[in-house]
C-alpha cells in the first residue's frame, strides 16, 4: 500500500467516524504491543506489571500491591511508598536501563509482615520495531531458595574440613 493511500484511508476513516472514535483507536493501536503483553502476562504464575514508557501502570496480573499499598498503583511513583528511597531509585534507574533495550535484573531485600523478603526483578523491555513501548515488569519470590543458600553456606563454614569444587568443566578450582 502506498503512502498516499494510507493518508487517504485516515482521512476517509476521521470523517466517517467522530473525534472521540478515531482518538480511541489510534490509542489502542498505539498499545497494542502492551495491550498484548498485558494479556500474555495474565498465565505468568509470578506477579508481573506491565509500565508503560510514560511510568505509567498499563496492567498488573495481581492484586498483591493492591493489598500492600491499600490501593491500586497508576504509575511507579506510587512504589515509593512501600520501598526505601535508596531501593525506588536503583529500581526506577534499572527500569530505565531496561527502556533503553537491554534486559535487567535487580535482587532487592524487601521487609513484609514482619519478614524479609528476597526478590528477583526482572525488567524486559517491551520493544515494536525501533522503539520501547514499555517494560515488563516480573517479580520472583527467592526467600527460600536463598535460606537454603544460606543454611548450606553455614553447614560447611563450621566444618574443620574443606570442600574443593569446580567453578565450571574447565573453570577453577576453589576450596
Not at 117 to 126: A, E, H, S
Request: with cysteine.
Amino acid at each position: 500500500m502506498s503512502n498516499k493511500s494510507k493518508k487517504n484511508n485516515l482521512l476517509n476513516r476521521f470523517f466517517n467516524k467522530n473525534i472521540d472514535e478515531v482518538n480511541e483507536e489510534n490509542l489502542t493501536s498505539e498499545n497494542s504491543l502492551l495491550q498484548y503483553c498485558a494479556t500474555f502476562s495474565k498465565y505468568q504464575p509470578n506477579p508481573s506489571i506491565i509500565i508503560s514508557s510514560d511510568y505509567c501502570i498499563f496492567s498488573m496480573n495481581t492484586n498483591i500491591f493492591k493489598e500492600i499499598l491499600g490501593y491500586e498503583p497508576k504509575n511507579i511513583e506510587d512504589f515509593k511508598r512501600i520501598l526505601p528511597e535508596d531501593t525506588y531509585l536503583a529500581l526506577k534507574l534499572t527500569y530505565n536501563e531496561a527502556l533503553e533495550g537491554d534486559i535487567q535484573k535487580h535482587l532487592i531485600d524487601y521487609e513484609y509482615n514482619d519478614q524479609t523478603l528476597t526478590l528477583l526483578l526482572t525488567f524486559i523491555p517491551l520493544k515494536n520495531q525501533e522503539t520501547t513501548e514499555g517494560v515488563n515488569l516480573i517479580i520472583e519470590d527467592l526467600t527460600e531458595q536463598q535460606k537454603s543458600t544460606h543454611t548450606f553456606q553455614q553447614i560447611f563454614h563450621h566444618l574443620n574440613s574443606g570442600v574443593w569444587m569446580k567453578e565450571s568443566i574447565s573453570g577453577d578450582y576453589t576450596y
